[in-house]
């Protein structure tokens, strides 16, 4: 029986860090004290192998897998002890260690910096020296080796790892903590190879090996004689049987859609050699270490679950639901678990081919004459590379173009860091996992453009960004809708910034925010060279810490140019640039961009530092950043519920919001009454600067929300410099402060209900009046009827405002959640079209339908619906009838309503219809 994480800590087992107690090395029981906002502050110095790591905080915040910090429902941020490992990446990060240095100094197979450290592997074990209870304050040598990856820093700690050297002044003790830290790994890396490993596939690899590159720094080719080799001695392995404890020997169902190899497609559809797998995942048991890494992906990256433990002893291995096959379980193929395998025990067994490979060879519907092509493309050891051409025999198309795992790794881009005016070079890919990129061979497209061409058109929703290699673009913009004259569609009016290679990126906050284009782009130059990139591979770029700090850096600088050259949607709130001239408004941009020296920070100075400590070792210093002092705008990323800002605190910053919705709330007689929202391009927080005083309000996200920030000092000085927009952000203040004195608690608080039924997102809603409707469900009938399967996509069931009840439907949201975390990017808008599509290589994985706060997903089961329902391989939502009704015509389920019921209009719209009342 596979037993959960969080059942087994409930009992106090699994990880240490978790449980209120653990035990030292003597084995005496002490409580572990949780990290505090006091131990963010305070410094210590520690040593690994001779260099002196200075100024090292207590504790660090907790990210995500993404990288972005976490914070409370308080707005206080997460915090755990820093660890070891921890100090020791932050040599890598202050230049004195090279990646490589570290992994061959400190090698880890179960951690991960994104993963909650357990320590289950030992392979990054080293010695310490600590001060110890009863020692008098004394540093004295631990009698045990610790793990780095989860043992706690401690001021005056010296640290060993297997590279060395020893500390000074050792020799008295008789012991080399050098030599019993590489024996102690060596014995290690010996049993997990002869146990574990086996040859990779040389045709074409498909994962990277990390057991194999430990072995190899280690100069370990397998175990010394004597020791038992499960792969050489031939001993049954964990794919053959079933622990008799477990569950009882039973015969194994065939994989109906599995390869008979991994290297081969199927012919019989059986896969003896790997029974447990499913259709994109191969389980091999016996290259599984039980590192837990795939358990922790599953559970605390996704939300899933599946992943457990079953056995015990030597034959414990991971297993999923109640010790089902892989295929069975309730397993929903997001490939999480593949990603995180360091040995190849979960490794791919089915590529996904994107929608612009399927477009451009026409494979949009099902021919039986593409099914040898589309078969040749899943299987993960068919070749994909910019130079490959494929054609579709029933449509006679062909494609090239497409980036295989190693093209896309080697991808470099010229781009201009924070501390220097000359472009550098950087590799957004080169540490994403080999697995993922393959499994998404074909999400990158390399595209040669001329003068004129057009890759961003302001409106449309797209599911891409550009990476740029050569050539230079230009940006317009208009300010109301497309209109046509004699040279095709006017743009609106060209911007005065142009981008060029230097700038990397152009139309990312598309694809992450599920927003339409900002603006139009078109080439300015001769020629061009762009690599278009799926929202997907967008997203795991920024698991990489090497490729997140300068993609962090450019998307800053992106959203500066963008942001605050758009004007606000509401009417109500006066545009940040409104009455500036041309010339004000690019001198706003450029402070904002360069920023203003803080004069009562000082740099540290570098003739202080001193080289070595008293014993000669060398000390490193935090990197002296020359900009350390200098307050610019910056970008800040909010999750759900969290609180930006809250009523009373001391005010330090300006806030204007990128994308996203928060809410504006006030205490009033120990209750929260909401008095307004904001979204794109409105702002907050000029209140409190302009009185030097506290918050007015408290400002909470509503749903994913990224703000330009700007600090007090840079906000008093832009105001000191363009007097006009002080004027402005008096009169809001002062209009701000009035409505928020206005309110008061009530019971029916209509704008509360719907901010919190997320109605304020509905661009299409679906919504009954109960005055008139009988349940008659004629309009779930017609849904069902007119698509041609007999499955509704909707429910007569929901929430109600007002008198009208919002069915669970689609409801077109304006920042849609279920295209957050698509593994395979088969869930977006294209063009000007509100509807969501779902395209055929999508893999059910179910994030869509979990992400959706509303119902408006389902994944159905192919047993219960109709045999002629050619959808059931997909997520199934609502597509507002497209192509079954003519434009600008009603929905089947508005038309079919017999009492004129039912429907469809914005959340807008409905607040007025209810309230009599706009917001």
């Known amino acids: 029986m596979a ?109 991960r910096e994104h993963l909650h450290p357990v320590a289950v592997c030992r392979m990054c074990s080293v010695h310490v020296i600590r001060k110890k209870r009863g020692a008098g304050g004394k540093l004295m040598p631990n009698d045990k080796l610790v793990p780095a990856c989860q043992f706690e820093i401690q001021p005056g700690m010296v640290v060993t790892t297997r590279c060395g050297p020893n500390p000074p002044n050792t020799e008295k003790t008789g012991r080399d903590f050098t030599a019993e830290v590489l024996q102690s790994i060596s014995v290690i890396t010996e049993y997990l190879v002869g146990d574990h490993y086996k040859p990779d596939d040389s045709r074409r690899k498909i994962f990277s090996n990390e057991l194999k590159a430990v072995a190899d720094h280690l100069n370990v080719e397998g175990p010394r004689p004597g020791l038992p080799a499960r792969i050489s001695d031939g001993r049954p392995g964990r794919n053959a049987q079933r622990h008799s404890k477990s569950r009882p020997s039973i015969p194994l169902p065939v994989v109906a859609d599995g390869y008979k190899s991994l290297s081969e497609l199927p012919e019989t559809g059986v896969n003896p050699e ?19 890494r795939c358990v922790r992906s599953c559970h605390d990256v996704r939300p899933f679950k599946v992943i457990g433990h079953t056995g015990k002893g030597y034959l414990t291995r991971i297993s999923f639901d109640l010790d089902e096959n892989m295929n069975d379980s309730s397993c929903v193929q997001c490939g999480e678990c593949m990603n995180s395998c360091p040995t190849g025990a979960l490794q791919l067994n089915r590529r996904i081919i994107p929608i612009g490979l399927r477009e451009q060879l026409g494979l949009t519907g099902k021919s039986a004459d593409d099914e040898p092509l589309l078969a040749e493309l899943e299987s993960p050891r068919t070749p994909i590379n910019s130079k490959a051409v ?46 993922y990129l393959r499994w998404n061979e074909g999400a990158v497209q390399y595209r040669k453009l001329k003068q004129g061409d057009e890759i961003c058109t302001q409106g449309h929703y797209s599911n891409s960004a550009f990476f740029i290699k050569s050539g230079e673009f230009g940006i317009w ?65 920024q698991r990489v810490e090497s490729a997140r700090d300068v993609l962090g850096l450019i998307y800053t600088r992106n959203a500066l140019f963008a942001s605050l050259d758009r004007k606000s949607d509401n009417p109500n709130e006066p545009s940040l640039f409104e009455g500036l001239s041309g010339k004000e408004r690019a001198d706003v941009v450029k402070l904002l961009t360069e920023g203003v020296r803080d004069e009562s920070k000082k740099l540290p100075d570098p003739g202080a530092r001193k080289p070595t400590d008293e014993e000669g070792r060398k000390i490193v210093y935090p990197v002296i950043d020359p900009d350390a002092n200098l307050v610019r705008a910056t970008l800040r990323r909010c999750q759900r519920d969290e609180k930006i800002v809250i009523e009373g605190e001391k005010a330090q910053d300006f806030y204007i919001i990128r994308y996203g919705t928060v809410k504006v709330s006030i205490e009033v007689e120990d209750r929260e009454v909401i008095v307004a929202k904001q979204s794109e391009n409105e702002y907050f927080g000029e209140v409190a600067l302009m009185q030097d005083g506290r918050r007015t309000a408290t400002i909470t996200a509503l749903d994913t929300v990224e703000l330009v920030r700007i600090p007090k000092l840079l906000f008093m000085e832009m105001i000191k410099r363009f007097p006009s927009m002080k004027e402005r952000f008096e009169k809001a203040a002062a209009a701000r402060l009035a409505r928020g004195q206005q309110a008061k608690p009530v019971v029916n608080n209509y704008l509360s209900d719907y901010l919190n039924q997320g109605l304020y997102q509905g661009r299409n809603l679906l919504v009954l009046d109960l005055h008139s409707c009988t349940r008659c469900d004629e309009c779930t009938r017609a849904c069902a009827d007119s698509h041609g399967d007999g499955y509704s996509r909707l429910l007569r069931e929901g929430m109600r405002f007002g008198k009208f009840l919002v069915a669970a439907s689609c409801r077109s949201c304006y920042k849609p959640y279920c295209m957050d975390g698509c593994p395979v990017d088969a869930i977006h808008r294209s063009g000007t079209e509100l509807h969501i599509k779902i395209d055929d290589h999508c893999i059910r994985c179910g994030q869509c339908e979990r992400n959706c706060p509303y119902g408006a997903i389902q994944i159905p089961d192919k047993m219960e619906v109709s045999q002629k329902i050619s959808i059931a391989d997909t997520a199934v939502n609502c597509d507002k009838c497209h192509d079954l009704v003519p434009e600008g015509a009603d929905p089947f389920c508005v038309a079919a309503c017999p009492h004129e019921a039912a429907f469809r209009m914005t959340g807008p719209d409905l607040y007025k219809k209810v309230t009599k009342q706009t917001i």
Not at 274 to 292: G, L
Request: aromatic share 8%.
């Open 477 to 541: 913009k208009r300010s109301g809708p497309a209109r046509r004259g004699a040279n095709g569609t006017d743009a609106g009016e060209k911007s005065p910034f142009g981008l060029k290679s230097i700038h990397t990126i152009i139309g990312e906050l598309a694809p992450l925010s599920n927003q339409p284009r900002v603006a139009t782009v078109r080439v300015t130059s001769d020629e061009a060279e762009v690599y278009e990139i799926t929202r997907n591979i967008l997203d795991v770029a």
């Open 3 to 111: 037993i959960s994480l969080d059942l087994w800590d409930s009992f106090g087992g699994g990880r240490d860090s978790e449980t209120v107690f653990a035990r030292d090395e003597d084995g005496n029981l002490i409580r572990r004290v949780q990290a505090t906002r006091k131990d963010l502050d305070e410094k210590i110095d520690i040593v690994i192998d001779g260099f002196v790591v200075k100024d090292m905080p207590l504790a660090t915040m907790v990210k995500d897998a993404q990288g972005t910090p976490q914070f409370d429902l308080d707005g206080y941020p997460k915090l755990r002890k820093t660890t070891i490992y921890d100090a020791a990446m932050e040599l890598v990060r202050r230049e004195e260690w090279s990646q490589d240095e570290l992994e061959r100094r400190i090698p880890v197979l179960c951690h």
């Open 390 to 435: 494929f054609e579709s025999p029933s449509t006679g198309k062909s494609a090239t173009g497409f980036l295989s795992a190693e093209e896309m790794q080697a991808l470099k881009f010229q781009y201009i860091p924070k501390e220097s005016p000359n472009p550098e070079w950087f590799q957004p890919f080169r540490d994403v996992p080999l697995s």
């Open 274 to 292: 790997f029974p447990y797998s499913s259709r994109t995942v191969a389980v091999d048991h016996d290259r599984c270490i039980v590192c837990d």
